[in-house]
């Protein structure tokens, strides 16, 4: 891993990146893949990344917006997504 990656800078004790460790994050992209098309509409957004931001909602109670917004600031929450190095802008 390089030494700027997400993994060597945050602090792996923080309850977010506990909790993504214990999710099963290949069987939820693998039951998802079937609803994402190669052939159909825009270019699809990680599956990773989609159920991260839809379980960081839920658990913090944001709005869309808001999630949006606090992804873009907390490197945590780009950890808990997937993102293996800072990410600017929007997620999706």
């Known amino acids: ?6 993994e060597n800078i945050l602090d792996q004790t923080h ?7 214990k999710i099963d994050w290949v069987t939820l992209i693998t039951s998802c893949y079937k609803y994402y098309s190669k052939r159909e509409g825009r270019p699809a957004i990680p599956i990773r990344l989609m159920i991260g931001i839809l379980l960081l909602k839920f658990i913090f109670s944001l709005s869309d917006e808001q999630v949006v917004a ?3 600031e907390n490197i945590y929450y780009q ?3 997937g993102q293996t190095s800072i ?3 929007k997620p999706c």
């Open 15 to 21: 309850p977010l990146l506990i909790i993504s460790k």
């Open 79 to 81: 950890a808990f997504t």
């Open 87 to 89: 990410t600017k802008g």
């Open 70 to 72: 606090q992804w873009e």
């Open 1 to 6: 891993m390089e030494s700027g990656s997400l």
